[in-house]
């Protein structure tokens, strides 16, 4: 059709958060280490494991590790992400520490 504007097109939002897995915990003198992988439909800002920041061992913490350094009284290790446009997740992954 000629003479007709062409309209404008969907202004994509992202409004899904991220996802948090924990694959592994290994107690280690004292310390625990946390490991696990997040996914995104976009950027992940950052991921936390008892409210510490994660050290991303891939790209876009599609791996990550963190050290609790004080593992004595730990119960549960709870990991969480939020993504780049603000998304958190609303239920982080939680796992008991025997």
Do not use: C, M, Y
């Not at 897995?21 to 003198?29: A, L, S």
């Not at 997040?38 to 409210?51: C, Q, W």
């Amino acid at each position: 059709v000629k003479g007709v504007a062409f309209p404008t097109l969907l202004d994509p939002v992202d409004d899904l958060p991220p996802i948090t897995v924990i694959t592994h915990i290994r107690k280690t003198n004292g310390k625990l280490v946390v490991r696990g992988t997040t996914s995104d439909n976009g950027p992940i800002a950052k991921v936390l494991v008892n409210g510490q920041p994660v050290r991303a061992v891939a790209p876009n913490f599609a791996e990550w590790e963190s050290v609790l350094t004080d593992a004595a009284g730990v119960k549960e290790v709870r990991a969480q992400a939020t993504d780049a446009a603000g998304n958190v997740e609303p239920r982080p992954h939680v796992v008991a520490v025997p």
